[in-house]
């Protein structure tokens, strides 16, 4: 069954450092999500993009944060300079069209010190 | 806005024993309805989904009915194993974006 893989699976970095997670989106889907799990909390919404700009973002989503979709296959986020507080499991989600395609990777565990 | 609001954890059972997860949610038009697991260090994996009211949505022996009339869609399993103790999370898709309950952590003892 096709996936979304991410990686690193964990990322320890340092605050004030610039970091970049990766996710490999499943190839014929056309719409791909961040999201983002603090420990013990909900998972959130950060963004969405299609047609390779960002079509919807919240507000956690500040200026720190980016997307690219570089080549093609890759899809990536970006925080410019990490804080403490961004310390959390962030997921890559792709999808084709209509609800029923959505696939959630395995998650990115990011822990900023 | 869109939400979701699940009971609270931990829920611990013995093994064999019957498990439900309350869920509620509230939204707009028309979501679709979903259950994630998440294992210890692990990802989020879809265990079942229902797209219109009075779907069921049924895996791995766990099942959820989605009823409009009291916006809910309770998770349930008729004989928990101890490999089903992971992190359950309600979830709703919306106009392509997901709203997650807050999940709730499941324990089945031997």
């Known amino acids: 069954e096709p996936e979304v893989t991410q990686t690193p699976s964990h990322q320890v970095t340092q605050m004030g450092q610039e970091v970049i997670l990766r996710c490999v989106p499943i190839s014929n889907h056309l719409y791909f999500y961040w999201y983002r799990q603090i420990l013990g909390q909900k998972v959130e919404f950060l963004v969405s993009f299609y047609n390779n700009e960002i079509s919807e973002k919240s507000e956690i989503f500040d200026d720190q944060f980016s997307v690219e979709r570089p080549d093609g296959s890759n899809f990536t986020l970006k925080i410019r300079s990490t804080k403490l507080e961004d310390s959390a499991m962030y997921f890559c989600a792709s999808r084709t069209i209509g609800q029923g395609g959505y696939t959630f990777g395995s998650g990115t565990r990011l822990t900023v010190v | 806005g869109d939400s979701v609001t699940q009971m609270e954890g931990p829920v611990t059972l013995s093994e064999e024993a019957f498990l439900t997860i309350n869920c509620t949610y509230t939204a707009t038009g028309y979501p679709s309805l979903f259950w994630y697991v998440q294992y210890p260090g692990e990802g989020l994996q879809l265990l079942l989904k229902a797209t219109k009211a009075d779907d069921k949505g049924s895996n791995k022996g766990f099942e959820a009915t989605y009823r409009k009339e009291t916006t809910s869609f309770h998770l349930e399993k008729g004989s928990v194993q101890v490999s089903d103790s992971a992190v359950y999370f309600c979830?709703?898709?919306?106009?392509?974006?997901?709203?997650f309950g807050s999940g709730t952590k499941l324990n089945v003892k031997p």
């Open positions: 979830a709703l898709n919306n106009f392509n974006k997901f709203y």
